[in-house]
């Protein structure tokens, strides 16, 4: 495995972005790109930067070996499952909606309320 690829793999399993890991060494993303597509030389220093913000040894960056963890696990869902989901997501949003409505439902009868026991100002000109 590149070089590149094992900071890829990384960062991935840290969650950072290739917005974050450029700002985190001051480059801009498409120079960090290049990194990560191996198009660019790894100085040891940027290296060393890299193994610090990835919380691992320089060693572990530039040797042979490493332990790349799985980084978007993909465990296959049944059709029950993504059934299960899709249904929570629209409860959710039903319960927004319902809310909502209420709250302003509730404001507009208060409003017709206070208006039908207004009084006409009686004044003096």
Same mark, same amino acid.
């Given at each position: ?6 900071? *890829? +793999? /990384? =960062?991935l399993? %840290?969650? +950072?972005?290739?917005?974050?890991m /450029?700002?985190?060494?001051? !480059?801009?993303?498409s /120079? +960090?790109?290049?990194?990560e597509?191996? %198009? ?5 220093? *940027?290296a060393? %930067?890299?193994?610090? !913000? $990835?919380?691992?040894? !320089?060693?572990?960056? $530039? ?7 799985? &980084?978007l @696990?993909? @465990?296959?869902?049944t059709?029950?499952e $993504?059934?299960?989901e ?5 409860r ?9 409505f209420?709250?302003?439902?509730? &404001?507009? /009868?208060?409003?017709m !309320?206070?208006s039908q +026991?207004? =009084?006409? %100002? &009686?004044?003096?000109?």
């Amino acid at each position: 495995m590149e070089i590149g690829e094992k900071i *890829r +793999y /990384a =960062r991935l399993s %840290k969650g +950072y972005s290739q917005e974050n890991m /450029a700002d985190f060494l001051g !480059i801009s993303t498409s /120079a +960090y790109g290049d990194i990560e597509r191996n %198009k660019t030389e790894l100085t040891l220093s *940027r290296a060393k %930067k890299l193994a610090n !913000i $990835l919380k691992m040894s !320089i060693l572990e960056l $530039l040797g042979e070996e490493i332990q790349t963890p799985e &980084i978007l @696990p993909n @465990p296959q869902k049944t059709d029950l499952e $993504l059934l299960k989901e899709e249904t929570e997501k629209l409860r959710a949003e039903t319960n927004y909606w319902r809310e909502k409505f209420e709250h302003q439902a509730t &404001i507009e /009868a208060f409003k017709m !309320i206070q208006s039908q +026991y207004q =009084r006409d %100002k &009686i004044g003096f000109r």
